[in-house]
């Protein structure tokens, strides 16, 4: 099947609360179609695990989600607060037909969003997407159910318990977090309760933030989208290592003892060597990334014998490609890192206890091992247009784009894609010289600008 999705976007649906798409009307009507999709060809009533983060409107979105299940006749099972990564555990654990998870990450509490997962935990592929927004455009598309076929909704607390033993038993046995001193943001999100927990119950001693949500303050100030305050009390604490996790704790940004903010391409880089070094690479020696990966990451790599494989925005298009290719390992340097032995998607907490893996593995501090991954100047521009037509097509541009690449000369790279949101062209020019990188940023962006503006 092929098609524009409309609803669906990089990562499920996602909008203002309470405003088209993200209203229980629609959440409703969603719910109906993912349970009558994994319905057919079955007898059974449907399983469907329905997860959240701790954002007011959650409430809303949940129960109507849930009416649209029992409508169509399947079993809704509320997990309350749990991260994204863990509702893609739960589901693949309890052998269910679908798993929901009702956040929009590390967006503001205004904001809400829908990913689904599969059976086996993963999310779903565009053509699915598109085949549940015709039945949400069409509901005269799924039969209504009546009587004894409609279903039913409980609460199920044990299965946090089950998250927490699984990303603890990611944790390499023959380590320890004992003598370890960690400060732990749970961005007043869903990992608000559990993440500190993952880490006390193997031995570290743990200093909490972000662990008061009221609804309004998820990412508000704190977690990986905020790390400042993080970093204050690793300092104050004297911490050996920060970890932060945004809303849904599927993404995570990693501090140092004396306060650094590590980049996330240096983590991808230093857990990719420490996989290789630790022989967890299964022979595959491909990393997979995304156009947005830093070109030193990809020079990195290469020394240590390994490739990059770019893939477009996204972790589930990280997932695709793994799932194809066979790798093990790949991640966003907004802090997406999937360890595919573990998780199904990106998993903040999970990803955090791998690199303090690395860090014993090595005998080093987190710092002094991101310090080994070199990272090019970037330079990174935006510039209004009134069309958007593909780059290559527009001469002046493709020419623009050949000479700079000339200029180059292999040892950087440069990126023109457009917003998916507003009427932007961004323009992203990469390379060892920081003068040259900004020159040919700035002229390119002169040009986008003309030729689409």
Known sequence: MSGKR?????????????????????????????????QKNSNKKPLIIIGKDTRLSCYMLEQAFSAGVCSQGGRAIFTGPLPTPGVAFVTQSMRADAGVMISASH????????????????????????ELEKMILNPS????????????????????????????????????LEGLRIVVDGANGAAYKLAPQVFEELGA????????????????????????MCAEHVVK?????????????DRVVLIDRDGTVIDGDKVIGLCARFLKDSNQLDGQNEIVGTVMSNFGLEVYLKKHGLSLNRTQVGDRYIVERMRHSGSVFGGEPSGHLIFKKHSTTGDGILAALKVIECMKFYKKGLKELADEVVLYPQVLLNTTTSKKPPFEDVPAIAQAVKEAEAELKGSGRLLLRYSGTENLARVMVEGQDAELVEKLCRQLTDIVAKQLG
Do not use: W
């Open 107 to 130: 967006n503001p509490y205004e904001d809400n969003g829908i990913k689904i997962f599969d059976r086996s935990g993963h999310k779903l592929p565009d053509d699915v997407e598109l």
């Open 141 to 176: 598309l799924i039969p209504a159910k009546v009587g004894g076929e409609l279903g039913n909704a409980k609460r199920l607390d044990e299965v946090i318990g089950r998250y927490i033993v699984h990303a603890k038993s990611a944790f390499n046995s023959s380590y320890s």
């Open 237 to 249: 604490f004297r911490a050996d290592i920060g970890v932060c996790v945004d809303g849904d704790a």
């Open 6 to 38: 409309n609803l669906f976007g990089t990562d499920g649906i996602r909008g203002k609360a309470n405003i088209h798409p993200m209203t229980g009307e629609v959440a409703m009507a969603l719910g109906r179609a993912v349970t009558y999709y994994f």
């Open 205 to 228: 001693e743990v200093i909490s933030l972000g662990k008061e949500p009221n609804g309004i303050n998820i990412n508000r100030g704190c977690g990986a989208l905020h790390p400042q």
